[in-house]
């Protein structure tokens, strides 16, 4: 929800939550083990999705005709 808040239509703020996203999926990645259901899993999922959500944007982006 606190993403949400943020304007996402700046290619600054696109660009750390892409940098922030990695950050946490590696993280998350490397320190637990799979399917761990830990905090550390908990926030490599986290990582993942605001990566998969910044990429979305790029790509509406991109592609102006799938917005109809």
């Not at 986290?46 to 959500?53: A, E, Q, S």
Request: some cysteine; overall charge positive.
């Amino acid at each position: 929800m606190a993403v949400a808040r943020y304007d996402l239509a700046a290619t600054a703020v696109r660009i750390r939550l892409a940098l922030t996203g990695v950050a946490l999926a590696v993280t998350g990645s490397l320190a637990a083990a799979p399917h761990s259901e830990a905090t550390l899993s908990i926030v490599g999922d986290t990582g993942v999705v605001i990566l998969v959500m910044t990429v979305c944007l790029a790509v509406m982006d991109s592609f102006p005709r799938l917005r109809r």
